[in-house]
């Protein structure tokens, strides 16, 4: 064991399995706040990657909102080249986020052994393009793609990871451009280097460009050992193409390769490059074919305290037949908890939402919630697939059209359940009104509101 596990104790005697479900095993990696781990799933058996972050550091150099920003997107990205984010826990000191194990290491260290064929390059770019082009369609810039960041896994498919400087819809500024000067020197994009805003997609493009040039020549387009001479190449896209590059390639590197991001390739345009359209030979069968986009991953929401309590909670919760939905340990804990808070950084779709307890049998409180509804003056319908969850629709046309919020009962422990409202459609300040006239109706029902004392 390269590190010690003391600090993942669980209190069960075994110093070796957090949460009671991830044996850890060997470091993978480490840098200044945070120690990669290979682990195992002890209920799949299947390994994974588990990134240990510690808070108290990160909130000291203030990284935490990088730390966000990295969870946040891989929360909202799922696609086949893209390493995926299974899980994300949390106790008061340290943030783990268990990640798919992407056992093939980094493209960097195929290249380090020399340029690579061109049929395998073009597999690795058909790969990356796809995968960039589905987060650009989530409103994901990646803005630090390089070989380092791209990872092969055991049938040699190439896998997108380390999100933290990458940005999101929310980080444009007022000109809708981004500002922040940020990537790996020589795969930046020149309209970065100038500080005068730039449209991250385009810049991501920029960087596909170089990283397709360095698998086809095994070396960087732009190498200076001083950084501003080779900035001043960036800037004139200044680089000559070794002599055993194709004319397709050379053709397609030199659209990409554009110092004016408006007349570089958009991704629409790179796909019907016929070079690109080959079936690579590497491509091994089904197993070399794009899933297509999938949807976002079910994410389990982090847990706040300390790993002992949750396991025992979790052990001591269980189903029957005729009970609502059960609502997972970890997501009840980290939701109601009033400290260290993760649960902005797991909206799925944005819509806003709130929780609270009751001690009170499910039927009870859905019976409740519709009196107090109709009393609003919402529509009811219940959902066919689950009788423990209800629809309100409000009458009349809001901002954004009718507001609809839907209503559902989780089981939590015999004597514990979570009731969770989400806004469907509507306008968030309608829905923060109705949250409002529906508390003073319910508060017979209540225990506590996510992030109040439950200790009552």
Same mark, same amino acid.
């Not at 480490?30 to 299947?46: L, M, N, W």
């Not at 390769?257 to 079936?279: A, F, G, K, N, Y």
């Not at 305290?305 to 979790?314: G, R």
């Not at 066919?384 to 209503?407: F, P």
């Given at each position: 064991?390269?590190?010690?596990?003391?600090?993942?104790?669980?209190?069960?005697?075994?110093?070796?399995?957090?949460?009671?479900?991830?044996?850890?095993?060997?470091?993978?990696?480490?840098?200044?706040?945070?120690?990669?781990?290979?682990?195992?799933?002890?209920?799949?058996?299947?390994?994974?990657?588990?990134?240990?972050?510690?808070?108290?550091?990160?909130?000291?150099?203030?990284?935490?909102?990088?730390?966000?920003?990295?969870?946040?997107?891989?929360? #909202?990205?799922?696609?086949?080249?893209?390493?995926?984010?299974?899980? &994300? =826990?949390?106790?008061?000191? @340290? +943030? %783990?986020?268990?990640?798919?194990?992407?056992?093939?290491?980094?493209?960097?260290?195929?290249?380090?052994?020399?340029?690579?064929?061109?049929?395998?390059?073009?597999?690795?770019?058909?790969?990356?393009?796809?995968?960039?082009?589905?987060?650009?369609?989530?409103?994901?810039?990646?803005?630090?793609?390089?070989?380092?960041?791209?990872?092969?896994?055991?049938?040699?498919?190439?896998?997108?990871?380390?999100?933290?400087?990458?940005?999101?819809?929310?980080?444009?500024?007022?000109?809708?451009?981004?500002?922040?000067?940020?990537?790996?020197?020589?795969?930046?994009?020149?309209?970065?280097?100038?500080?005068?805003?730039?449209?991250?997609?385009?810049?991501?493009?920029?960087?596909?460009?170089?990283?397709?040039?360095? #698998?086809?020549?095994?070396?960087?387009?732009?190498?200076?050992?001083? &950084? =501003?001479?080779?900035?001043? @190449? +960036? %800037?004139?896209?200044?680089?000559?193409?070794?002599?055993?590059?194709?004319?397709?390639?050379?053709?397609?590197?030199?659209?990409?390769?554009?110092?004016?991001?408006?007349?570089?390739?958009?991704?629409?345009?790179?796909?019907?490059?016929?070079?690109?359209?080959?079936?690579?030979?590497?491509?091994?069968?089904?197993?070399?074919?794009?899933?297509?986009?999938?949807?976002?991953?079910?994410?389990?929401?982090?847990?706040?305290?300390?790993?002992?309590?949750?396991?025992?909670?979790?052990?001591?919760?269980?189903?029957?037949?005729?009970?609502?939905?059960?609502?997972?340990?970890?997501?009840?804990?980290?939701?109601?908890?009033?400290?260290?808070?993760?649960?902005?950084?797991?909206?799925?779709?944005?819509?806003?939402?709130?929780?609270?307890?009751?001690?009170?049998?499910?039927?009870?409180?859905?019976?409740?919630?519709?009196?107090?509804?109709?009393?609003?003056?919402?529509?009811?319908?219940?959902?066919?697939?689950?009788?423990?969850?209800?629809?309100?629709?409000?009458?009349?046309?809001?901002?954004?059209?009718?507001?609809?919020?839907?209503?559902?009962?989780?089981?939590?422990?015999?004597?514990?359940?979570?009731?969770?409202?989400?806004?469907?459609?509507?306008?968030?300040?309608?829905?923060?009104?109705?949250?409002?006239?529906?508390?003073?109706?319910?508060?017979?029902?209540?225990?506590?509101?996510?992030?109040?004392?439950?200790?009552?």
């Amino acid at each position: 064991m390269e590190d010690r596990l003391e600090d993942f104790r669980t209190g069960t005697g075994d110093s070796h399995i957090i949460f009671g479900k991830y044996e850890m095993g060997r470091l993978l990696g480490q840098g200044t706040f945070a120690k990669v781990y290979h682990a195992r799933d002890s209920v799949t058996a299947e390994s994974v990657a588990v990134k240990v972050i510690k808070t108290e550091q990160v909130r000291k150099e203030g990284l935490m909102e990088q730390i966000t920003r990295e969870i946040a997107v891989m929360r #909202l990205v799922r696609h086949p080249n893209v390493v995926q984010l299974k899980e &994300v =826990m949390a106790t008061k000191s @340290k +943030i %783990f986020l268990v990640m798919e194990y992407v056992k093939g290491g980094e493209l960097f260290a195929k290249i380090a052994k020399g340029r690579l064929k061109e049929d395998l390059a073009r597999k690795y770019f058909q790969q990356l393009i796809s995968a960039v082009d589905y987060c650009h369609s989530r409103g994901v810039s990646h803005r630090d793609l390089k070989p380092e960041n791209l990872l092969l896994d055991e049938y040699e498919n190439l896998k997108i990871s380390d999100f933290g400087l990458s940005a999101l819809p929310e980080h444009l500024r007022n000109d809708g451009m981004l500002h922040t000067q940020c990537g790996t020197p020589a795969y930046v994009a020149p309209e970065v280097l100038r500080r005068k805003g730039y449209d991250g997609a385009k810049a991501d493009i920029w960087s596909c460009g170089v990283i397709l040039y360095v #698998l086809l020549a095994g070396c960087l387009p732009f190498r200076e050992v001083n &950084v =501003m001479h080779m900035y001043k @190449k +960036i %800037f004139k896209a200044e680089y000559e193409f070794p002599p055993w590059f194709s004319a397709d390639a050379r053709r397609l590197i030199s659209k990409l390769l554009v110092v004016d991001p408006l007349q570089r390739l958009t991704i629409p345009e790179i796909m019907r490059v016929p070079w690109l359209s080959i079936l690579s030979k590497s491509n091994d069968g089904a197993k070399g074919k794009l899933a297509g986009l999938l949807a976002p991953p079910s994410i389990k929401t982090p847990i706040t305290v300390d790993e002992a309590e949750t396991n025992k909670a979790e052990k001591s919760m269980k189903r029957s037949k005729s009970s609502p939905p059960f609502y997972n340990a970890f997501e009840f804990i980290s939701s109601m908890s009033s400290g260290f808070d993760l649960s902005g950084m797991f909206e799925t779709d944005r819509k806003t939402g709130s929780l609270f307890t009751s001690k009170l049998c499910a039927s009870t409180i859905m019976n409740k919630i519709e009196s107090v509804a109709k009393k609003l003056n919402f529509k009811i319908s219940f959902s066919n697939q689950n009788e423990y969850k209800l629809k309100m629709q409000g009458i009349s046309e809001g901002r954004k059209g009718r507001l609809s919020v839907t209503a559902e009962v989780f089981e939590v422990a015999p004597e514990v359940a979570v009731v969770e409202f989400s806004r469907e459609s509507g306008d968030t300040l309608e829905y923060k009104k109705f949250e409002e006239d529906v508390r003073p109706g319910l508060q017979d029902i209540v225990w506590s509101w996510q992030g109040e004392d439950s200790n009552r």
